[in-house]
């Protein structure tokens, strides 16, 4: 198959269609029509010599020939137009989209200084933040449809690049005027005030040591470090009694309202529940590791500006006032 036969406009209508699995959603996208998507998929077919999408229930279904083509094609597609930087970026005139995935902790403690940062630096971007806790991270980033994922990962395959955004400690929240609230808390009273947690997928999801394993890239899958807490309550003969367990970190304080239970979960989480005046916080009374929470995204939008603005946006918003240090990791 010679050069000569492709038109490279015709590889960004297939990545626009094994992106969005639609030609309708497709051809909007590259502000054509439905039949001039389709006309070209027949000529780049042609070419290829394979169907590369099947209509489905689902929309338009990439055969094994097109999901092995995509990745090469999309990073080929990105490193042209960055080298010829016909692509100008200008946050204050952009009008591009961008997708996040995020748990509701991680959105609580960004999205605030997010929204202010840009409603200054870009008045006509948008920001979607999607929830991380059930969605296939490594498949949306490799198609395309998550620009940023947030979250704390203990594994994050060589394709895909990160940055640390902020370090944090489990504390124990609880309601002020708790019986344990005016004093240092013990291991007798985890074992003896029942617990509200999170948890967005168990041994039965997959999980293990907390974390859920999708395509190399491994996720949090607990807010809290369940491993630490049941160790040190082993030591003196007792076990956590988990009463609640849910999968949403902003339903904790209705329920610790009027009730002795506690909760374990990340101090930046904490943070935000405490600055109504109803709870308070108190150390764990067990050695905790810090968590590290990242930023993670697709190696090929490394020199992509509008990709390395929204990184360094999300960076910022990410740090408390007055920190200094700057976190390591490519930007």
């Avoid at 960004?110 to 059930?134: C, G, H, N, W, Y």
């Amino acid at each position: 198959m010679g050069i000569g036969r492709i038109d490279l406009n015709l590889i960004k209508i297939f990545n626009a269609v094994f992106e969005d699995r639609n030609l309708l959603r497709a051809g909007k996208r590259l502000n054509i029509s439905p039949s001039a998507v389709s006309h070209a998929l027949s000529r780049l077919r042609e070419v290829v010599g394979d169907e590369l999408f099947i209509r489905t229930a689902h929309g338009m279904g990439p055969t094994a020939r097109a999901t092995a083509m995509a990745h090469d094609l999309r990073a080929s597609v990105h490193t042209i137009m960055s080298t010829l930087g016909v692509e100008p970026f200008d946050a204050m005139t952009s009008t591009r989209c961008f997708v996040i995935a995020a748990n509701d902790h991680l959105t609580a403690v960004i999205s605030q200084k997010l929204s202010v940062s840009m409603m200054a630096e870009s008045p006509f971007m948008d920001i979607v933040i999607r929830p991380s806790t059930r969605l296939d991270l490594a498949e949306q980033i490799d198609l395309g449809r998550i620009d940023l994922a947030l979250g704390r990962f203990a594994q994050v395959p060589s394709r895909f690049a990160s940055r640390t955004l902020l370090v944090d400690e489990d504390v124990i929240l609880m309601r002020k005027g708790h019986p344990a609230s005016r004093r240092k808390l013990n291991l007798d009273d985890l074992a003896h005030y029942p617990l509200i947690t999170v948890s967005v997928g168990g041994q039965e999801e997959g999980a293990v040591d907390g974390f859920i394993l999708e395509r190399g890239l491994a996720r949090q899958s607990e807010n809290f470090d369940r491993r630490a807490l049941e160790e040190a309550l082993s030591s003196i003969g007792a076990t956590p009694r988990y009463r609640m367990t849910m999968s949403h970190s902003f339903a904790i304080p209705n329920l610790l309202h009027n009730t002795d239970m506690l909760s374990v979960m990340p101090s930046s989480l904490a943070g935000e529940m405490v600055s109504g005046g109803s709870f308070v916080t108190r150390p764990t009374p067990y050695a905790v590791q810090p968590s590290t929470y990242s930023a993670v995204w697709h190696g090929r939008n490394d020199h992509d500006p509008a990709q390395a603005w929204l990184r360094g946006c999300v960076v910022k918003a990410s740090s408390s006032p007055g920190e200094a240090k700057r976190n390591p990791g490519r930007s």
